[in-house]
């Protein structure tokens, strides 16, 4: 069964550093959009980052541009997400989520194709 799955994450000081790792075996990674997003307790989930899938194409949402980055190896089937300047409004569990796309270089993270989901990751960042 297809299924992302996510590492890298715990418990952070304000300021300081995370990434985030999603593995994505079986995939052919040029053939899939991927995004990552959160979810904050109490609040409803919310994409942080998406990548299309020749590579070339990223996104962020505001709260995270500059300090976040989306990124890629291929030969490893993995998606990453650096965490920079990480602030406690950043807690919460982390997903990856993929689709299929032959569209090359356009990724939205509000996108409803995401169907691919995976357990997810728990970041905390104390203050």
């Known amino acids: 069964q297809l299924q992302p799955v996510e590492s890298g994450g715990g418990l952070v000081q304000s300021g300081g550093s995370l990434r985030l790792s999603c593995t994505l075996s079986?995939?052919?990674?040029?053939?899939?959009?991927i995004g990552w997003f959160r979810q904050a307790p109490g609040k409803e989930r919310e994409g942080v980052s998406c990548?299309?899938?020749?590579?070339?194409?990223?996104k962020y949402t505001d709260s995270v541009k500059g300090r976040f980055t989306i990124s890629r190896d291929n030969a490893k089937n993995t998606v990453y997400l650096q965490m920079n300047n990480l602030k406690p409004e950043d807690t919460g569990i982390y997903y990856c989520?993929?689709?299929?796309?032959?569209?090359?270089?356009?990724?939205?993270?509000?996108?409803?194709?995401?169907?691919?989901w995976g357990q997810g990751t728990h970041v905390t960042v104390s203050s």
């Open positions: 989520s993929t689709y299929r796309t032959f569209v090359k270089d356009i990724c939205e993270t509000g996108d409803r194709r995401y169907n691919y």
């Open positions: 079986g995939f052919i990674l040029d053939n899939y959009v």
């Open positions: 990548l299309s899938s020749n590579g070339e194409r990223s």
